[in-house]
């Protein structure tokens, strides 16, 4: 749908166009309880211009200023030239312990599993459309940090829904996880509220309202 179309048909109708999630994917609201170790997901190709290596540099400055362990997963398709360069940044500043190459993920299962088991799921991309991993985040009850770029502010709301931060800054994302660790509370609401949108946005419900929008 183009984005005249979008506009016009929003003044009648308060609905997502960019979500392609099904009601068949939800599960109730169910967040994760906190344990000794942070579990930091990110979904997408593993590359630089997803930002990956400005999450590794905020987690750099995390370890060097939290007592806090924590594990950061990274699911996608990553080349060769990428996992040596993540294996030497891992190996250089001691956090091979911390990151883990998970790969691509296939199975829908296995991809919302990993989504419920993370306390915190984080999108650095440098340059987005509307990524579905943020919905897929939502559906699967795990707050979400990610930058503001593409339409994203457009669908969450800022300190509502997600928690946005500026794309290309490793310490903006440092102070995000920062913050999560210390404000459960914050993050706990924000889950909630990107739940429940996620929840109003289904495929099914959109193509209902916009049918309902062309029979006025």
């Known amino acids: 749908i183009s984005n005249e179309l979008s506009k016009l048909l929003k003044r009648k109708v308060d609905f997502a166009f960019s979500s392609i999630i099904s ?17 930091l997901l990110f979904v997408g190709r593993v590359s630089e211009m997803k930002g990956v290596f400005d999450l590794l540099n905020a987690l750099l400055m995390y370890k060097r200023e939290s007592k806090q362990n924590f594990k950061l997963t990274l ?26 190459i998970y790969g691509r993920v296939d199975e829908r299962s296995e991809l919302y599993r990993l989504y419920r088991s993370s306390d915190l799921f984080i999108l650095p991309s ?52 920062s913050k999560f ?27 209902f309202k916009l049918t309902e929008l062309i029979r006025q």
């Open 126 to 177: 440098k340059t987005e459309g509307m990524p579905r991993v943020l919905w897929e985040a939502a559906i699967n009850s795990c707050p979400i940090i990610a930058t503001n770029v593409g339409g994203i502010s457009s669908v969450f709301e800022n300190k509502k829904d997600i928690f946005l931060v500026n794309p290309n800054d490793p310490y903006a994302i440092y102070l995000a996880i």
């Open 181 to 207: 660790e210390k404000n459960t509370d914050l993050f706990e609401r924000l889950a909630k509220n990107a739940f429940y949108l996620a929840e109003k946005n289904t495929l099914e419900k959109n193509v």
């Open 23 to 39: 009601n068949n994917d939800f599960e109730s609201f169910n967040l994760k309880k906190r344990t000794e170790i942070i579990n």
């Open 75 to 100: 699911v996608g398709k990553c080349d060769n030239s990428t996992r040596i360069k993540i294996n030497d940044f891992t190996l250089k500043n001691k956090l091979k312990n911390n990151i883990v």
